[in-house]
């Protein structure tokens, strides 16, 4: 049936294989590649639809209370997981990750032990002012 006022024809139009579009434009027909169930994929890429290595932004936040210097390398690497992830580069995501946590935990062990330091000192300075100041008192 054509149409009468020139546009394209009326009617049904012809049945289309799943996924292909009229006109030869759209994405590729065929089947898409899989591995096998229970198979890894091949070496250095990830399976499909695998999901992005946890980024570890918790460690990183979690210095910024305690040393933030070392956060912030922790932070930078954490942010960009995902970028790295998305563009394809999977070990250099993985290695970000990975580094993020490792500049996340210094971050927090250093952070608690100079807090712990800084306590300590304060405590011995209150015990040593404290034992100045009863020496001292006359009655």
Same mark, same amino acid.
């Given at each position: 049936m054509t149409n009468p006022y020139g546009g394209p024809p009326s009617g049904p139009n012809p049945q289309q294989p799943y996924g292909q579009q009229p006109g030869g434009y759209g994405p590729p027909s065929g089947p898409?590649?899989?591995?096998?169930? !229970?198979?890894?994929a091949p070496y250095?890429?990830?399976?499909?639809?695998a999901a992005p290595p946890n980024n570890n932004i918790g460690w990183g936040i979690g210095s910024i209370?305690?040393?933030?210097p070392f956060a912030i390398p922790s932070l930078i690497k954490a942010t960009s997981v995902q970028n790295l992830w998305a563009q394809g580069q999977y070990p250099q995501a993985q290695?970000?990750?990975?580094?993020?946590?490792?500049?996340?935990?210094? !971050?927090i062990i250093v952070g608690a032990c100079g807090w712990a330091l800084l306590i300590l000192f304060y405590v011995v300075v209150f015990?040593?002012?404290?034992?100045?100041?009863?020496?001292?008192s006359s009655y």
């Open positions: 898409i590649p899989q591995q096998p169930y !229970g198979q890894p250095g890429q990830p399976g499909y639809g209370f305690l040393c933030w290695e970000a990750a990975d580094e993020a946590k490792k500049w996340g935990k210094i !971050g015990v040593i002012l404290a034992a100045t100041a009863s020496s001292y």
